[in-house]
């Protein structure tokens, strides 16, 4: 099968680590040998997050004397692709002896009118003063809102609409390699008045962009990992418990909190209803058990799910392989 596999980023970074490359490198290690098993049998693309990591860079750059301006969100958003994706690379190289991996730094198209940009609402970086944050409005053009008892910067999060470098990362998956792209949501870019490619201030949302990737690459399976074992109904009360198959209609009437399962959940649901085929959410660490059916959140479009023959039934002895839009 073609599985679209986002992880998300207490893959990287538990909750309380410092964001040291050290423990993030062996939080990865981790995270790949989970996936290989997949990745042994079955046509993977994988994608991340980087929330911790680029808000690293992004306070590096805004407190680097050297720099007149702090490097753009685009940019910082290439530079974690970059940083993660060897990582991603050189681990699932070494749990796949003689398998090809790639990983990719690739942007995500968004349109420049998007409402995300004239209503940004997404928290990035640190927290500041009222006056603090008047001085960055004034020096930088940053817009603030209020987070709490502080300020913080803001920034828009438009729907993704195409990962580029769709074409590409399709030939990749045909010739046999494991793929890892879109880490982030991708670098947010828009095209101008020229019809030229141009990045610009915003943050995408993985899951979201996976969602859209799974689509036009046409995979069988979208898998979201997180640190939960499953979406809960009743979330945060005595009467909570998991949910283990749904429909899209069922999993959007649990009404799950906007900045945090939210979003996995519409990733999930968007897939299903426009594809048919089936989406899950759960554990890294139960992988292999989620395709097996035997874990996490499922979601289809009958709320059933028996196992991987529910979604490609075996082929006769005779039959040839289905054959994939180039």
Not at 254 to 281: H, N, Q, W, Y
């Amino acid at each position: 099968m073609r599985i679209v596999i986002a992880l998300g980023g207490n893959a990287l970074m538990h909750r309380g680590d410092k964001p040291d490359a050290t423990s993030q490198i062996a939080n990865v290690d981790l995270a790949c040998a989970a996936l290989a098993p997949l990745a042994e049998e079955h046509e993977i693309v994988l994608t991340h997050g980087n929330g911790p990591q680029v808000g690293v860079l992004a306070l590096q750059s805004a407190n680097d004397p050297k720099l007149s301006r702090p490097y753009p969100f685009d940019t910082l958003g290439a530079m974690t692709q970059g940083m993660i994706g060897y990582w991603l690379l050189q681990s699932l190289q070494n749990h796949l002896p003689g398998r090809h991996v790639a990983s990719l730094v690739n942007q995500t198209l968004v349109l420049s009118g998007d409402p995300a940009f004239s209503n940004p609402t997404k928290f990035v970086g640190e927290v500041y003063t009222k006056e603090e944050a008047g001085e960055l409005v004034k020096s930088r053009g940053w817009v603030m809102k209020a987070d709490g008892d502080h300020f913080r910067r803001v920034v828009g999060s438009p729907h993704p609409q195409r990962v580029v470098e769709t074409r590409l990362i399709r030939t990749m998956l045909n010739a046999g390699a494991v793929v890892v792209c879109s880490g982030g949501g991708g670098v947010p870019v828009v095209r101008n008045d020229h019809g030229k490619l141009a990045g610009v201030e915003a943050v995408i949302d993985k899951d979201l962009t996976a969602a859209v990737l799974a689509e036009h690459l046409e995979a069988d399976f979208l898998m979201i990992l997180t640190d939960v074992p499953a979406v809960l109904q009743d979330y945060g009360t005595p009467q909570q418990k998991p949910v283990h198959r749904a429909t899209p209609a069922k999993l959007r009437a649990l009404g799950a909190p906007a900045g945090s399962m939210g979003p996995k959940i519409e990733a999930a649901c968007r897939f299903v209803e426009l594809t048919g085929d089936t989406a899950a959410i759960g554990r890294l660490e139960d992988a292999v058990a989620i395709l097996s059916g035997e874990a996490g959140t499922i979601i289809t479009p009958g709320g059933d799910y028996g196992g991987p023959d529910d979604i490609r039934p075996p082929l006769p002895p005779a039959a040839e392989p289905r054959i994939r839009r180039a």
